[in-house]
């Protein structure tokens, strides 16, 4: 029997929308997009992607999130025939963000792991501040100038909104005549033909400099190859600045524009987690485990890496049981916690990974030792409670009714001119003095002399309410004095470690002053070495004979180490 044919109309590709955001009309006026991609300036949850140049949190950004719609790097318009996820960028990939008064890793860790950047300074080029003191001077800093400003409550939030800011940054120039005149800019020769003729183009016409080889004295450096330039990260730059100066003729802040690389390491290799949905704080936890890298599911099956919860309830893993073939995996004759093929931890083993940006290991974390975890740190709780006082710059008033008080409820005081090892130390005042850094390096409750008035050896006595704290009018020197109290004392009892962890300090300066810097290096961890198997060397201000090492720094590094 003869087959028989007919032709047939050829199938239509499947429409795709997409949507821009923070791109300028000079860069879309380049793209030529097949018939079956549209461009629609409007935002639908019918859109297929979102097109930006990094993360700025205009309306359709925090839209797009929120309707889980994927975020693609300009750069994918020059390749489209490409799977877009090549081109996904991160949450926060390119945005950059401060501190201030914060002192746990893990918020600022968090926006580091979704692709920002920390900066420690903060100037008018950061996206956000993460900030809880509405006193500190960074704080008011982005009121002025309209940067929002992010409570740590909020850091683990879906609530997008509270990043939004203005797409259209404030200008150095309006209308220049020669807008980039005495700028010299390297445009890599591999960028897409139509771009890199228009960059060359815009830079000549207003008077800026292009060079085809790299040099010292290149301003800029234009490309899309980022990771061949990354020793020159400094000087990279984003196309869209040429284009927004263009578009708006203005000499815009080119800080804005600036590439930040984010790390290509993932943190959790081929992560699949199921949340607990019975934990209060299910979906913070459902967002720190994709800013590590998990693919977050809701039911659990064979595929699943780790089951985040706090106990293993044996009915409910029964179910489980039901789309589990545990014969297949040899579990006959196990417990059924032992068969499982995912690893039950508890949402601290989220947390330690997010402080440390590595993959920690689970054996800590791990439900089924969970008893064994509490018995450990009961133990070291019990060890804590002996309570050690000592006084730095205290009114001998405040002194005398500190001292009635610990003799009445028995507990330990020393009155001495030296750190002793204490636990607490009150101080009348923020100082510079020996005894209250090495209280700093050890993680001591540092304390205001009102706390004596208050303090009966109460049952769950809320030291931290008189720990002293940034205030207004403090100098700039206190202030940081101030904030390194809480950062070390927090650090370390979370079992971090000390500052000088691991130090072994080589030392130029006075003999009077030798004893000064032993104790403060040692109280915070490290140890005192005068032969060559140093691992830092210092030099004091007031040393002025010759130093050999040419590695030597000047001793203010230590206690800019404590403030950072």
């Known amino acids: ?16 929308l997409i949507t821009t955001t923070g791109i300028s009309k000079t860069e879309l006026d380049l793209i030529d997009l097949p018939q079956n991609i549209i461009l629609n300036s409007t935002l639908t949850p019918k859109t297929k992607l979102l097109i930006t ?19 693609v790097s300009s750069d994918y318009l020059y390749d489209l025939t490409s799977n877009y996820k090549k081109y996904e960028l991160k949450i926060f990939q390119g945005a950059t963000f401060s501190t201030s008064g914060v002192h746990e890793d893990i918020f600022a860790n968090f926006f580091i792991a979704l692709g920002a950047k920390y900066e420690p ?13 509405s006193d500190s001077e960074k704080y008011n800093f982005c009121q002025k100038y309209d940067i929002p400003i992010i409570k740590t409550c909020d850091v683990f939030r879906n609530n997008y909104t509270v990043f939004l800011k203005k797409l259209k940054y404030d200008a150095k120039k309006l209308n220049p005549k020669a807008m980039f005149f005495e700028k010299t800019f390297y445009l890599d020769q591999t960028l897409p033909k139509p771009l890199f003729n228009r960059l060359r183009r815009v830079i000549i016409e207003n008077e800026g400099t292009r060079i085809s080889t790299k040099n ?26 040429i284009f927004d100066c263009k578009d708006s003729c203005s000499l815009l802040y080119p800080e804005f524009y600036q590439v930040n690389m984010p790390s290509s390491r993932r943190i959790v290799e081929n992560g699949i987690a199921v949340v607990d949905k019975t934990l209060p704080n299910y979906k913070e936890l459902v967002n720190k485990l994709k800013s590590l890298d998990f693919t977050v599911k809701c039911n659990l099956d064979t595929r699943v890496t780790h089951y985040i ?27 059924l916690e032992e068969t499982l093929p995912f690893k039950v931890v508890t949402p601290e083993w989220i947390d330690q990974c997010l402080i440390t940006l590595k993959h920690v290991k689970e054996n800590k974390f791990l439900v089924g030792r969970l008893g064994l975890s509490l018995k450990r740190r009961s133990d070291a709780i019990t060890e804590e409670k002996e309570m050690v006082f000592q006084f730095t710059s205290i009114p001998s008033y405040f002194k005398d009714e500190a001292i009635k008080k610990f003799v009445k409820h028995k507990i330990k005081f020393v009155d001495s001119e030296k750190f002793e090892n ?31 008035q208050d303090f009966e050896n109460q049952p769950n006595f809320e030291f931290e309410r008189y720990e002293w704290t940034s205030q207004p009018g ?75 090492e040419k590695n030597a720094k000047n001793s203010n590094y230590i206690f800019s180490y404590i403030f950072k």
């Open 1 to 16: 029997m003869t087959q028989s044919y007919e032709i047939q109309d050829t199938p239509t590709l499947q429409k795709i």
């Open 121 to 133: 300074n903060c100037n008018i080029f950061i996206d956000f501040l993460i900030c809880d003191n």
């Open 474 to 548: 403090m100098s700039s020197k206190d202030t940081k004095i101030a904030e390194a109290i809480r950062k070390w004392r927090e650090r370390l009892q979370n079992g971090g470690n000390k500052p000088f962890h691991k130090w072994n300090v080589k030392i130029y300066c006075a003999e009077d002053k030798k004893e000064n810097y032993t104790n403060l290096i040692v109280n915070g961890g490290g140890s005192m070495d005068e032969s060559c198997e140093y691992t830092h060397v210092f030099v004091d201000k007031g040393y002025k004979q010759l130093v050999p």
């Open 309 to 335: 919860s706090r106990t293993i309830d044996k009915a409910l893993l029964k179910v489980f049981s039901k789309t589990i073939d545990f014969s297949s995996i040899g579990c006959r004759g196990k417990r």
């Open 422 to 452: 204490c636990t607490h130390l009150l101080a009348g005042s923020i100082n510079s003095s020996e005894k209250l850094f090495s209280s700093i390096v050890s993680g001591c409750w540092i304390l205001r002399p009102d706390f004596i």
């Open 216 to 241: 010292d004295e290149v301003d800029f450096i234009i490309t899309m190859n980022y990771d061949q330039y990354a020793e020159q990260q400094s000087k990279l730059i984003h196309h869209q600045y």
């Open 53 to 71: 140049y990094k993360a700025i949190f205009t309306e359709k950004y925090i839209q797009a999130l929120h309707w889980n719609i994927p975020i």
